[in-house]
């Protein structure tokens, strides 16, 4: 009950900061251009410098090489997600259009604009480096795998065609990811870091957690809360999103544990708690250069997010008992 309570709490927090974003956005405070700001400075300047200086002031060599046990769980549990997921669109036959969505809505997590505040809210600072053991794993897995699912689910094209489109490396190392291995580089050579910098830094990647949360309230008012559709194929990805990938992560950490490998309890329950996550906040952009079904994207990532604020409270309550 106390963790319910706990989680209730913290989600409560970030559903004020979400409303601040959906109300000002209706007030007409914030125009169409502002959320595409929003998320570039999100993007490419606070949340680098927001994973700098926690690695900086939460990581140890030592620690770092003990996390390295979590990108065994993380990629598996993603792994096991493609395969059942595969699975379940020919079992169910998923329309074109639909099938790369409906899977990467199973396998793939929102993890920086919902994850992140999230875990921070949860957890706080110190669950960071499991978040990102978390983090590095699902920006591999979207944009290595999940991006090509969508673009050969392109229901315009003819069967056997290649797509065109030339798969963009840049993509497996966005500015994040980057500020985590600049992280580790300068945690390797043991660099220090000058007091005017990391106070810099700090106030910079302090922007984060606010910033993401209105931005998503921003997304949710412009996605508009009435078109919200609970069909056959949102409510299957939707429990593959909620059900399957937690479940999943969870089991392969048990089994781990069984064999001797378990993990912290904080990271236990960060990698689940993101498995848990919403699905991804790009995904009806990617459909849109695919021509999929746009409006089944914007579904799912608008049911998802919304959700999540039900599943929450009780992934936070059922993992105490883990």
């Known amino acids: 009950m106390t963790a319910f309570i706990t989680s209730v709490g913290s989600i409560v927090t970030i559903l004020i900061m979400m409303a601040l974003g959906f109300g000002l956005r209706g ?60 699975i379940a669109v020919k079992a169910l036959k998923i329309r074109p259009g639909r099938r790369g969505l409906f899977m990467n809505t199973v396998v793939n997590a929102n993890t920086i604009f919902i994850g992140l505040p999230l875990n921070l809210a949860l957890f706080g600072t110190k669950s960071l480096p499991y978040f990102l053991v978390y983090y590095v794993t699902n920006t591999v897995s979207t944009w290595a795998f999940g991006v090509f699912l969508i673009q050969n689910d392109d229901p315009t094209k003819e069967k056997g065609a290649k797509s065109a489109q030339a798969f963009n490396w840049k993509k497996l190392l966005p500015p994040p990811l980057l500020g985590f291995l600049v992280s580790l580089v300068w945690l390797l050579l043991r660099l220090p870091v ?23 309230g921003i997304v949710l008012y412009d996605a508009g809360l009435k078109s919200i559709k609970f069909d056959r194929d949102t409510i299957l990805a939707l429990l593959g999103r909620f059900v399957l990938a937690p479940v999943v992560i969870t089991l392969l950490i048990l ?66 008992f883990i």
């Open 255 to 320: 089994f781990g544990a069984h064999i001797g490998h378990a993990l912290p309890s904080m990271e236990m329950q960060t990698l689940i708690v993101q498995a848990s996550a919403p699905g991804l906040a790009v995904m009806p952009i990617l459909a849109n250069e695919a021509h999929g079904d746009v409006e089944y994207a914007t579904n799912l990532v608008t049911t998802s997010t919304i959700l999540f604020i039900i599943v929450v409270p009780i992934v936070m309550t059922l993992i105490q």
């Open 194 to 216: 000058p007091d005017w910098a990391g106070n810099t830094l700090t106030y910079i990647g302090g922007l984060v957690t606010p910033l993401s949360l209105i931005y998503i």
């Open 27 to 86: 007030l007409g405070w914030f125009d169409d251009k502002f959320s595409g700001s929003i998320s570039k400075l999100i993007m490419n300047v606070a949340l680098p410098a927001s994973i700098f200086m926690s690695v900086m002031k939460n990581l140890t060599l030592p620690k770092l090489v003990s996390l390295s046990s979590g990108l065994i769980y993380s990629f598996g549990g993603v792994i096991i997600g493609y395969i059942i997921a595969w």
